[in-house]
């Protein structure tokens, strides 16, 4: 059982690390990350959200959505190691 795990584990890592062949190069100026998206919210994020800091428009206004969820996960992760890790009296 432990070498179909290695197996499996093995097959998955190679599929991961197989995908990352199609990816452009770190810092890459001509990525469409760079290329597309970064532009669009340096010109915009001024008109469209009135926040003067591209960085807090980005995390607070256009994805606002996807900082809640986690937000949400580090809340409830925080809750559960403080609920697993309390200390109980006994009276």
């Known amino acids: 059982m432990r070498f179909?795990?290695?197996i499996l584990v093995a097959i998955a890592g190679g599929i991961l690390?197989?995908?990352?062949?199609?990816?452009?190069p770190?810092?890459?100026p001509s990525?469409?990350?760079?290329v597309h998206v970064s532009p669009r919210y340096i010109e915009k994020t001024l008109e469209e959200t009135a926040t003067?800091?591209?960085v807090?428009?980005?995390l607070a206004d256009y994805r606002g959505y996807d900082t809640l969820g986690e937000t949400t996960v580090i809340f409830t992760a925080?809750?559960?190691c403080i609920l697993l890790l309390r200390r109980v009296s006994k009276r």
């Open 31 to 34: 990525s469409p990350a760079s």
């Open 17 to 24: 690390i197989y995908s990352t062949v199609d990816m452009p």
């Open 4 to 6: 179909l795990n290695f």
């Open 26 to 28: 770190w810092a890459d």
């Open 56 to 58: 807090t428009s980005v």
């Open 78 to 80: 925080g809750m559960c």
């Open 52 to 54: 003067p800091n591209v």
